[in-house]
């Protein structure tokens, strides 16, 4: 079975485990991807109020990349990120320190701050993700 295939079923996998769920959506990290699964909700219009069925609109979300640590060490953010914090390609959002070492962690393009994944002054190791970042 292919990578593609594993991803596919696991796709198939989490509409199910959803659709039997309260959960309006299941998010699933592995060190080659991250998927997320979003129920999206249909609005229904009774008869007299309109036509009889509606659908929502739904904004297609956008790409989101995962900003991951470069070594094991102790992070330190350049400055207090919040969500919705715009970052253009390369602005450093942070450096994580190992023996004596600063390695900078750069956005890898530009785009919005989608959620901060790590606190400042936390430890962590290679691959983690750190920040994700909503891409433009």
């Known amino acids: 079975m292919s990578d593609r295939d594993e991803v596919l079923s696991l796709l198939d996998e989490l509409a199910k485990l959803i659709d039997r769920s309260a959960a309006s959506s299941i998010e699933v990290e592995t060190d080659d991807f991250a998927l997320k699964v979003t129920r999206q909700a249909l609005a229904v219009a009774t008869a007299a109020s309109g036509p009889a069925v509606e659908r929502e609109a739904v904004a297609e979300p956008e790409p989101v990349q995962r900003?991951?640590?470069?070594?094991?060490?102790?992070?330190?953010?350049?400055?207090?990120?919040?969500?919705?914090?715009?970052?253009?390609?390369?602005?450093?959002?942070?450096?994580?320190?190992?023996?004596?070492?600063m390695a900078d962690i750069t956005a890898p393009a530009d785009g919005k701050i989608e959620e901060i994944l790590v606190a400042a002054g936390a430890p962590v190791e290679y691959g983690q993700a750190l920040f994700a970042i909503s891409l433009r």
Not at 88 to 99: D, E, M, P, R, Y
Request: a positive charge; proline letters at 0%; zero cysteines.
């Open 67 to 101: 900003v991951r640590a470069t070594t094991v060490g102790i992070f330190s953010a350049t400055r207090e990120w919040k969500a919705g914090d715009d970052v253009k390609k390369g602005t450093v959002l942070g450096a994580i320190q190992s023996l004596g070492h």
